[in-house]
C-alpha cells in the first residue's frame, strides 16, 4: 500500500470514525500487548513464587526494576516517535515523517545492543542499588545476569508497539507479544519444577520468549503502511533526534519514576519490613507481589490512554479540536472506572491476590492484607492522570505532560514515602502512595481546565463547531 500523500488526510479514519470505536480499536490491543509484556514477570513471580520459595520471589522482585527502565526507554524512543507520525501525517507532512520513522530505527537497534552490555557488566552493583537482601543476593544476581540479555528485545517489542499503533495495525504487535508470552509460559514450568532450575530457568524462559516477539516485531518494520524507512534517513541527525525525544520524554520519566518508586520501596521494606512481625523477605515479596499485579490495572490505564495518541495527534494537527476535546472526555471516563474498580479489587481480595504466589505461609498473607490495602488506598482516583498525561503528549506539550508523573512521583511519592517511613516505619512508606494518587488527579483537572479555557478564548472549539454544524 502506497503512504499517504498530501491530498489524502480527510480518508484516514482517525479524522471521521466514531471515537469510541477508534478508541475500542486502539485500546484493547494495547492494553492486551501490554499485559502479555507484563506477564512475563507475572509468570516467573507465581512460578518461582510456587516452586522456589519466598527468597526467589524477592529475587526476582529485586531485578524487576530493570525491566521498567527497559520499557522507559523503549517509551522515550516508541512513543516519542508515534507522536511526531500522528502529528505530521495530520498536517500532509509526508517526508517528515519517513525521517522520523528512520531515525528511530536507528536509535532503537543501538539502544538496545548497549542496554544488553550494560546490564551485563553491571548486574552485581544492580542487584545490590535494588534492594536485595542477604538471603536473596545470590539467587537475585543470577536471575539478573540471564534476563539482562533479553532486555534488548524487550526494547524492541515495546517501543514497535508505539509506533505500528500509530501505523493503524495495533493488532500486530499483540499477537507477537502473546506469542513470546506463551513461549515463557510453557518453558517456566519445565525449567522450575522438571529441570529443578529455578529463577535461572525462569530467567531463560523470558529470554526465549522475549528474543521471539521482538524479532517479529523488527521485522514489521518492513510492511508499515504509513511511512516507510529510507536508507538516506538512517543516519542519526541531533535535530531530528531532539524532536523524538522531545514527545517521548513525559513517558520515558513516567517509566523512570516508576523504577526509582520501585527501588527506594524495596530498600523501605528491607529496611522497615525488618521491624514488622513479617520481616524483610517477607515484606519485599509481598511488594513485589502488588506490583506485578499493579502492573494488570496500570496495562489497562496505558491501553486507554496510549490509545487517544493517534487520535489526538492526528486529529490536533488537522485543527479538529472538538474531536480532540471529546477523546480526551470519553478516555478520562474510562479510566476513572477502571480505578474505582481495581481499587475495590484491592481492598477486598487482598489475600486472595497475595495467594496466587504463595499459598502456604501465614505471615505473607497476613502481610498482604495489609501492604495492599494501605499502598492502594487512594488508587480509585489514579487513571485521570495517565489520560491527561497522554493528552498532552499526544498534541505537542510535553511540559504539561511531564508535569504530572513527576509530581505524582519525584515530588510527593518518594519524598514522603522517604519522610513518613523514618517517623511511622513501614506504614508511613505506604501511605506515601495514595496521597500521591490523590494529589496527582486534583493537578490533572487544573491542568485540563486550564487548556480547554484557552482554546475557548482562543475560538479553536466555537470555530470548530460551527464548522461541523455547516457542514
Excluded at 510456587?50 to 522482585?61: D, H
Excluded at 479510566?335 to 479489587?345: H, N, P, R
Aim: glycine content about 8%.
Amino acid at each position: 500500500m502506497e503512504p499517504k500523500t498530501m491530498e489524502q488526510p480527510a480518508a484516514n479514519p482517525l479524522a471521521t470514525a466514531p471515537i469510541g470505536e477508534l478508541l475500542r480499536r486502539y485500546s484493547i490491543p494495547t492494553t492486551l500487548t501490554l499485559l502479555v509484556n507484563y506477564l512475563y514477570n507475572i509468570a516467573d513471580q507465581i512460578f518461582v513464587g510456587q516452586g522456589v520459595g519466598i527468597t526467589g520471589m524477592a529475587a526476582t522482585n529485586v531485578a524487576f526494576p530493570l525491566t521498567i527502565v527497559t520499557i522507559a526507554l523503549a517509551l522515550l524512543l516508541g512513543d516519542g516517535c508515534a507522536a511526531n507520525l500522528n502529528l505530521c501525517l495530520g498536517r500532509g507532512e509526508q517526508e517528515r515523517a519517513n525521517r522520523i520513522i528512520s531515525h528511530t530505527a536507528s536509535l532503537m537497534v543501538g539502544v538496545g545492543i548497549l542496554l544488553g552490555i550494560a546490564g551485563s557488566l553491571l548486574a552485581k552493583p544492580i542487584v545490590i542499588l535494588f534492594g536485595a537482601t542477604e538471603t536473596s543476593f545470590q539467587a537475585a544476581l543470577d536471575y539478573t545476569r540471564i534476563i539482562v540479555w533479553g532486555l534488548p528485545f524487550l526494547l524492541f517489542s515495546s517501543a514497535l508497539a508505539s509506533i505500528i499503533r500509530a501505523d493503524g495495525n495495533p493488532k500486530f504487535t499483540m499477537k507477537c507479544m502473546m506469542l513470546g508470552a506463551g513461549i515463557n509460559l510453557v518453558l517456566d514450568p519445565v525449567f522450575i519444577f522438571c529441570l529443578h532450575m529455578g529463577v535461572v530457568g525462569a530467567a531463560i524462559a523470558t529470554v526465549l520468549g522475549q528474543a521471539v516477539a521482538g524479532t517479529l516485531c523488527l521485522l514489521h518494520l518492513r510492511r508499515l503502511q504509513s511511512v516507510r524507512i529510507e536508507r538516506r534517513w538512517l543516519r542519526p541527525a541531533l535535530p531530528v533526534t531532539l524532536q523524538i525525544l522531545k514527545l517521548g520524554i513525559p513517558s520515558f520519566l513516567t517509566q523512570i519514576m516508576t523504577a526509582v518508586v520501585q527501588v527506594t520501596m524495596n530498600n523501605l521494606m528491607r529496611q522497615y519490613g525488618a521491624a514488622t512481625a513479617y520481616g524483610s523477605d517477607v515484606a519485599l515479596s509481598v511488594y513485589g507481589a502488588l506490583m506485578k499485579v499493579y502492573q494488570i490495572a496500570h496495562a489497562m490505564f496505558v491501553g486507554v490512554s496510549s490509545a487517544t495518541q493517534p487520535i489526538n495527534g492526528y486529529n490536533f494537527g488537522a485543527r479538529q479540536y472538538s474531536r480532540v476535546r471529546e477523546t480526551y472526555r470519553l478516555a478520562s471516563a474510562i479510566a476513572l472506572v477502571i480505578s474505582v474498580g481495581w481499587f475495590a479489587v484491592y481492598q477486598l481480595f487482598p489475600r486472595q491476590i497475595g495467594s496466587l504466589f504463595v499459598s502456604d505461609d501465614a505471615a505473607y498473607l497476613d502481610a498482604c492484607g495489609v501492604i495492599f490495602r494501605l499502598y492502594m488506598l487512594g488508587f480509585f482516583a489514579y487513571g485521570l492522570h495517565m489520560t491527561t498525561a497522554s493528552f498532552f503528549q499526544s498534541i505537542g506539550k510535553p511540559g504539561k505532560a511531564l508535569a504530572l508523573p513527576l509530581t505524582r512521583q519525584a515530588v510527593v511519592l518518594v519524598p514522603l514515602a522517604l519522610v513518613l517511613s523514618a517517623r511511622f516505619g513501614i506504614t508511613g512508606a505506604l501511605l506515601a502512595a495514595p496521597v500521591a494518587d490523590v494529589g496527582s488527579c486534583l493537578l490533572s483537572l487544573l491542568l485540563i481546565r486550564r487548556e480547554f479555557s484557552g482554546w475557548r478564548r482562543a475560538g479553536w472549539l466555537h470555530a470548530e463547531e460551527a464548522r461541523l454544524q455547516r457542514g
